[in-house]
């Protein structure tokens, strides 16, 4: 399967050590690479050890890119219900990129003010498939699922207090969301978004 | 303090035996009550011990009130998403009678069809207080919030099966509702509700 | 939107004399409609009172469908880990017909005999997009993730005991999985994956 | 809806980064705005940014306020179990001001010694919503509940430890509270307890 | 050790059949033996077969004791929230008094009528020590606590709906209690609640 | 009450300063205090404001004690399953001797090598009450509870890592215990446990 | 393998119908085979259609076995904390059989009478694993596993109420044990815990 | 028993103070010990005060080994799911070292990439007990055991975010795997899984 990149390394839970270590193997075999999950404090680090590479410090990605990817037919939409749950926006937006998928970004149209979703009808109308992104109480997907007739696929964002910290309270909402066929992945899994959304514009080009 | 109701038995926790043991004395004592929670086998068995008292089923109560309640001033909305909430909606409606509050209800107007909202809002915008009862992902009364500026009652419902069972998820959601100033009973307590209307009421009607 | 029904009732919240009620109403307006989520006992009343009906108990739902709905391109595999998630399966099978879309079934063919799945593997390669159900570890819809590129709906179902009752332990696995790119759906919620299918595979069709 | 600011920010899920922005945003275009939930560290970086903002640490607070909110009729009081609930009290007062609203403090009056709850008797019963802040075992409303007959909002606070810790045990008291009629918000979430009363108190108003 | 019974049968997990078995050895042993956490379904049959024991319905209670247990100096206290604790009240009292234990019962006076506690304040402070029964927000204990300088033994019932359904609620109020050394039993415990009244009463008695 | 102290402050969920205010006003009120749940860095801080006070790093306790409190009959026994639970073990001796308790420590006698338990019978039985820590799967109390006939007051310790942090599990297996009678505390509470300790001495001291 | 059957059918999660259809073919095609997780109800439905199939209704089984399996050398012992856990028991026991392995049990000798445990100590000690079954607070395990050398495969039982209902405690219990070297499975899962010991006494067979 | 240590310190809930006191006592008493659950900060500040010892950073141990262990016949493999698990790994490795087991570890082959493990199939199959270590959803154990007929060992790993941080998803995996015959020990514990291997491995060399 010809992506962006040959591989993908998980940065969150592992050390700077044990990143750098898988790094230099794939820099040695000349594979092209994506490592996510990547906070502040390892990304200073890592610059400075690979100057070479690229950072994306608001996604939290590091990646070594040198081939473009094919063009996948279609076009994925990004809709996050606040400013907080950005960092999980960009990490799905690069990660399309690198999967040769075209998005746009809509930001900050969370539901207590609905009528911002209805002044953006139209543009995400034209998308082919939708990432929804919300954190607190997670009831953007619905409403959006309710509008929209595309697949929709629910990320819940684990920002938020008291009850919505973690982002449980969003992921128990999106799964049992009343309007029907909405799909979810786990808490912050920006990759897996972009992945199912991969999958889903795939498949459509397939011959049926 | 002059209520609809002298007394108030929670019927749910208690065995027939223990709810008319209670019953025989309020009778004796020719008090007016209300007693709540009570499923069809219990209503079966006290309306044949009782046939004096006013049984309504579908709200689960029994009620022996002689004297009428004062009027409270101003409307109470109660608003549900679904039709499978109605028991909650009818618990709530036959509370605020006998609390001499004035309520309209408006049933299955949940998110996934948001334009029925809209629908009614030139109705709900007269209430003083909007009740708003919902199961599932709960995210009516978000809605609701974002739309009306009056005080928001949420009572998230049972119904729902997988992570909606219980009502759990419901109760995360309005807690953490991204609309100001939603305020949240505990599941299922359409009491709770009507109790909470009645004191927001009255506060309206004292000198300031 | 032209689906194989006009209206769908949930009737595992409802009482039987709700899911009536509202039947009445639809079978008046010549509705086509589904009602999902019915047991035995709720059958078997229905049954007799509305024996002009179709009734799939295994599937647990009641139709009244009069016209074919248009006919959807491409495919859905419906994969089951054991013989007990056969209920959700059946009921994901009905809605898929009722969506007009073709499906073909893989029962059984779970992790602990990891052959069965190599043994169909051809078959399941033809559809556009598969819907996974399994219950206890849930650990079938990442096998699947890892050895095919469709999109993949996850199903956990809620058989089982001690930890894996209720589905949670299904549900959680799922949603950690780390074949990137499934996406989930509440626990035995055969519907909602149904309509998820719907969704992607209308979405290949459109124009791009 | 002529507020004391134009728009809020939640500054608790955003980096300094984040905030900055939004913050030079609002100040270009001249609109009062407040900011919540900062810790000593975000406080300490933006005091030096902005010198011409008011901060308010003990509330978490940055706020940029040109004009005087309109004077709402009534007035709340804020009651807290205890010095350690301190902050959310802060901020809920704060808030309040924003909002026109008249609000007096009874601090440290928690259940463990009643006495101090019947020693503000009349104070309290002057006031046309309370507010009443708890952590622990969070039983301070239920009793404040049962002694006055107002509209109670109870904020569950998130001090403690064991199963304290968190406000969980908390919430889940306020929930079961068997003093009928109080309503609850978030864990620590003195923005939404002020919200709720300022809907009360303007509910009070209107022509009913 | 010399109690009011040889043996203890906890008849809540286990069939009839074994309880019969269990029950038959200890009568050919000519053993006391108390029996608890009996439904009326079980007391029906086991009646029939032991025409012979003691049965306490109200309590789920089976006995069989010969002889009378030597009397402990002191006296317990057993309170109550509502009249739905009633039965973990009835249990806790056969079994101090098995245990030759003198209590006295003050049923329904819980937290929301604040001023029935002190109408006992005299009786209550005549005790040893305090068992404390309550379900919902499980505030009474604290409440007495806060009165009261003797032990308190305090037991979370399970009666209740939504979040205080199965009365974790009110375990956990009691475990965060702020009135100084408050201990807690498992819910419905009232075995164990009378067994830590033995316990501290008898230690009050030895040498020190 | 004559305790050994006037005021306790509770200082984890306080910050340094709200500390400072409350100990300035009974260092001027020349009130006697102790202060519980300090960690290192705030020792270090007051150490330096207050070098008038004692500081008991090991117990997380500072205090201001300046009269000898009244000695209470009996003994109590603090029993601990590890070394790691040194730290609440320190607390409670420090608060009993506070009350006036006399007290006797047995570290790190826990489950594993229950011939440890059987070593110090003895002493152990000599005491009118016994304090057990235990963390993991604290099944300390239920051995200790099952060799001797005092009253037990258990503490969950929250040591422990996987399912053991945080103390829950050993929380649930306390309350869960078959020995009759033990009763529990908050997961750490030392400060409880040694009140409840002393409730139960005085109570042993009160005419019967 | 040669087992003691060819299939395994788990008959909790089926409903009758799906047990009888796959017994049919079982039937049919003359394989042996074991089912496991029937009730009461199940069992008198599938002893009349099957009569000539045998049925051990305290170990929830009916099973057709016409051949003797391989005798598995070493020994198995199932011990148990109370008589309440004896259905896992017999169904450790009866797969035990099936499997070829020697097994013996040890009834009802829990951590609250420790001194039981010692009086088998020379039977316990002369097994190769031991399976120790236990409700409540899940001791045993621990307590067996300081004394003896063996593997110990830990199972907890679902007997409780309050926080030991469904077995969780006992659970979190076995997994957090103290005594190095304790193995876990599901709750009730008696077929888990008699295939683990089967796997390891193979496994000390087997040339190394 | 004759193991490779003396005596077993658990260092992860210790301070480093506590830690240095146990070290000083056994190195004075000339016990072979080894420390397990240290930090990397833990791990610098021991190695300046005692640079006798031997430090495995990446398995979080100190120890002073001085004996060699007696060889145990048979041999274990470790198995991991990706490289996150690597410290879980190392420890559980450490551990075999000191019990005088052998070892074998499979690194990083999980079920994403099912191919990987049919891969080393005839080098694990040569093992006499495997230990399968796994985050996220857990699933490589199931897999493994429905390959392999040898005891499995699971270890849950805590790596991971979102519903899969702490390694609850991983547990309750592990434990509903309809694979039979798994065991489970708690989260991270790789000195659990050695010592089960050992318990195994012994069981299997004694007569029977
Ligand atoms: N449906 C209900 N939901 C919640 N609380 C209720 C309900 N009905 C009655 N109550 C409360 O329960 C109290 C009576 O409880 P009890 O003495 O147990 O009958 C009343 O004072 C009410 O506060
Ligand atoms: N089996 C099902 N699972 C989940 N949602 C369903 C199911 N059947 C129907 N629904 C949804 O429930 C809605 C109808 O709910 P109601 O108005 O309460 O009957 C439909 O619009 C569907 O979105
Ligand atoms: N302290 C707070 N607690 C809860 N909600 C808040 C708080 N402060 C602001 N908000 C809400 O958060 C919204 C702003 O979110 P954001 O766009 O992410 O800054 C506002 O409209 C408020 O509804
Ligand atoms: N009592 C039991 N507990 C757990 N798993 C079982 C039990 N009985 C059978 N199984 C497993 O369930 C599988 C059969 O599941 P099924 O195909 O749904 O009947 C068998 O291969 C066993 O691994
Ligand atoms: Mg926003
Ligand atoms: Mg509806
Ligand atoms: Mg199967
Ligand atoms: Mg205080
Ligand atoms: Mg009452
Ligand atoms: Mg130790
Ligand atoms: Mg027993
Ligand atoms: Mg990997």
Same mark, same amino acid.
């Given at each position: =399967?010809?992506?962006?990149?040959?591989?993908?390394?998980?940065?969150?839970?592992?050390?700077?050590?044990?990143?750098?270590?898988?790094?230099?193997?794939?820099?040695? &075999?000349?594979?092209?690479?994506?490592?996510?999950?990547?906070?502040?404090?390892?990304?200073?680090?890592?610059?400075?050890?690979?100057?070479?590479?690229?950072?994306?410090?608001?996604?939290?990605?590091?990646?070594?890119?040198?081939?473009?990817?094919?063009?996948?037919?279609?076009?994925?939409?990004?809709?996050?219900?606040?400013?907080?749950?950005?960092?999980?926006?960009?990490?799905?937006?690069?990660?399309?990129?690198?999967?040769?998928?075209?998005? &746009?970004?809509?930001?900050?149209?969370?539901?207590?003010?609905?009528?911002?979703?209805?002044?953006?009808?139209?543009?995400?109308? &034209?998308?082919?498939?939708?990432?929804?992104?919300?954190?607190?109480?997670?009831?953007?997907?619905?409403?959006?699922?309710?509008?929209?007739? =595309?697949?929709?696929?629910?990320?819940?964002?684990?920002?938020?207090?008291?009850?919505?910290?973690?982002?449980?309270?969003?992921?128990?909402?999106?799964?049992?969301?009343?309007?029907?066929?909405?799909?979810?992945?786990?808490?912050?899994?920006?990759?897996?978004?972009?992945?199912?959304?991969?999958?889903?514009?795939?498949?459509?080009?397939?011959?049926?």
């Amino acid at each position: =399967q010809r992506l962006g990149f040959d591989e993908i390394i998980f940065g969150m839970s592992k050390t700077v050590d044990q990143i750098a270590k898988i790094t230099d193997k794939y820099k040695q &075999e000349k594979l092209d690479f994506i490592c996510t999950g990547l906070d502040d404090r390892k990304i200073d680090i890592l610059k400075k050890r690979y100057p070479e590479f690229e950072f994306i410090p608001k996604a939290g990605i590091m990646k070594n890119i040198s081939s473009v990817p094919p063009k996948i037919k279609g076009k994925a939409a990004i809709i996050t219900a606040g400013t907080s749950d950005a960092k999980v926006a960009h990490e799905t937006g690069e990660i399309l990129n690198c999967l040769g998928v075209n998005c &746009e970004k809509f930001i900050d149209i969370g539901v207590a003010g609905i009528h911002r979703i209805f002044h953006f009808k139209k543009e995400i109308a &034209e998308s082919n498939v939708l990432i929804v992104i919300a954190g607190m109480e997670g009831a953007l997907p619905t409403v959006i699922g309710g509008i929209f007739a =595309q697949p929709v696929v629910a990320v819940p964002a684990s920002v938020g207090y008291g009850v919505s910290a973690g982002g449980y309270s969003a992921l128990l909402s999106m799964l049992s969301s009343c309007a029907g066929g909405i799909t979810v992945v786990n808490i912050d899994n920006g990759f897996g978004a972009a992945m199912a959304a991969f999958r889903i514009l795939k498949s459509g080009q397939v011959e049926k």
